[in-house]
Every structure is written in C-alpha cells, then in structure tokens.
C-alpha cells in the first residue's frame, strides 16, 4: 500500500537559520508531489509542485525552496528563516485522477 | 485557470443540524472533484470524490453531487456529531500528468453538543 512520511512533526527554529524537511513515498512510483503551507487559521497554500526528479515548480515567490533529489523523495529547504515562515507545512502526493494522501504535517514554529 | 471557491466560514452548528458547505469551481474539461478534512493538528484525508458530472460521493453520512451545470460540489450532511468538527476543504484535479490539484480555502466547522 502506499504510504506518505514526512518529518520531523514539529520543530521551533531560530530566525536566520537553515531549513530541511523530508518527505518520502512508499508503494509508488512517479508521482506527482506537492508542498503546502497552512498558516494559523487560513486555508492551504501551494507552495511547490512536482511532477519528477529535478522537475520543481514554484508557486510562491518566497524564503523557501524545494528540490526532489530522487523518485519518491522531495525536500523543503531555506537558507535564512523568517518569522512569517512559521506554520503547518504538509506534504502530499497524487497520481494521475486518484486521491491526495497527505503526511502527517510539520509544526514550525520561527523564533 | 482552475479554481476552487468555497465558503470559508466559520460555521458553527447545533449537534444533530443540517450541514451544507458550498463549494464552486472554475475548469476547462472535466475535472474530478474532491471533499478533504482535516482534523486538528493532523494532515487531510479524503472524505470522498466524484469523477464525472451527475456521480455522487458519500462517506460518514456526508454526501456531494457533482453537478456540471452549475459548476458546484455542495457537501452536506443530515445530522452532525460533535465529531464532525474539522476543516473541510473542497479540492480539483483534471486529467494530466502536468494537472495540479487545486484546493478551496477550507471551512472550520464546529459542532457543540
């Protein structure tokens, strides 16, 4: 079956320091993976889009950027975070018309 | 392009009321449309999708029709739990390799006993 991991669940991090979160799929191949960005009390926001290795587009001009170094694996990354990245970031994958499934979420939280 | 326009909300219910959340949308072709929620501090998980226009998803009691003539996907629910209580999030995605899956802004939802 597939399933989506995405960590840590929740970290606080200084303002100015890097970034790295994970995500990783299982049971499928080529998917199309997504970054979004739920700020506190506010929809979800697009952040960035794959649809391959190396293939990333942006939605959001912003602090952030996203790489996908291999099939089932895409990363967010900053070098310098800012307040206003704080919030619910959550990866996700789709194949072709089939359901979204979503990762668990990471809590940051910028001091 | 695509869009999805939902009412945001909040909306706050009585156990045991009625629930409609509306929800539009704007596509060329025939996208499949897409209930998601989100229960707090967690990621979505789909609450259920129709893929043509006329089918009807339902899941948990909840049910939306796709509806191509008016462009909407309405979700409703004859009867909320208190366990209902979540984000609802009304989402699109059409055929294509290239297509990105479009979503609504979310409607909290709150259900008091």
């Known amino acids: 079956s597939q399933t989506i991991h995405q960590w840590p669940a929740t970290l606080v991090q200084p303002v100015g320091s890097p970034l790295s979160l994970e995500c990783t799929v299982e049971g499928t191949s080529n998917p199309n993976l997504y970054w979004y960005r739920q700020a506190a009390g506010r929809g979800l926001q697009l952040l960035f889009y794959?649809?391959?290795?190396?293939?990333i587009s942006s939605e959001v001009p912003q602090n952030l950027s996203a790489s996908r170094p291999q099939d089932r694996q895409f990363i967010l990354s900053s070098k310098k975070l800012l307040l206003s990245d704080s919030g619910f970031y959550l990866c996700a994958w789709v194949k072709g018309l089939a359901e979204a499934f979503f990762g668990q979420g990471t809590r940051l939280t910028v001091v | 392009g695509n869009s999805v326009t939902q009412m945001e909300g909040p909306v706050t219910l009585s156990e045991e009321a009625f629930l409609t959340i509306n929800c539009t949308y704007t596509?060329?072709?025939?996208?499949?449309l897409f209930w998601y929620v989100q229960y707090p501090g967690e990621g979505l998980q789909l609450l259920l999708k129709?893929?043509?226009?006329?089918d009807k998803g339902s899941n948990k009691g909840f049910e939306a029709t796709y509806r191509k003539e008016t462009t909407s996907f309405h979700l409703e629910k004859g009867s909320v739990q208190v366990s209902d209580s979540a984000v609802y999030f009304c989402a699109l995605k059409r055929l294509g390799g290239s297509e990105k899956l479009v979503f609504g802004k979310g409607t909290k939802l709150t259900v008091n006993p």
């Open positions: 596509a060329t072709g025939y996208p499949s």
């Open positions: 129709a893929t043509k226009a006329d």
């Open positions: 794959s649809v391959g290795i190396g293939q």
